[in-house]
């Protein structure tokens, strides 16, 4: 596996609520970003968002990414999938869907980690083969 690794902003944020009921709101999110480092170019994601009235939440996602990484162009979909407590414990994947990269990413596999600072900078690691 190579690494890879650098930031990211969210350049755009749209929610809607669908769904208010007792227990848990449901959110639809729509953002995209904008990469800088190993990574860099552009996505878009489609979210799912369960937030939980005691403070715990749930999400899943697509989000296409354009890009280069390590200066190899093309475009590859990220799977998100996370799940967290109210007190902080919980699980985050986000991974490369196996045949979904293009150009000279073709045969794209990973997995990117992301990190949010507690003033609001996202950092990204990603760590990949192609083949």
Do not use: C
């Not at 939980?52 to 162009?73: L, N, P």
């Not at 196996?98 to 900078?121: C, F, H, K, M, N």
């Amino acid at each position: 596996m190579t690494t890879t690794a650098g930031r990211f902003d969210l350049t755009s944020w749209d929610e809607e609520v669908f769904d208010d009921a007792e227990g848990a709101k449901l959110v639809r999110v729509r953002n995209t970003k904008a990469f800088e480092g190993g990574l860099s170019g552009t996505s878009a994601a489609e979210i799912l968002q369960a937030l939980a009235q005691d403070g715990s939440a749930a999400y899943v996602g697509i989000e296409r990414v354009t890009a280069a990484i390590d200066r190899r162009k093309g475009t590859f979909v990220l799977r998100h999938s996370a799940v967290g407590g109210a007190d902080g414990g919980g699980d985050f994947r986000v991974d490369v869907v196996p045949g979904s990269g293009t150009g000279e990413l073709a045969g794209l596999r990973g997995e990117l980690a992301i990190v949010r600072a507690d003033d609001g900078e996202h950092t990204y690691t990603l760590e990949y083969e192609l083949g």
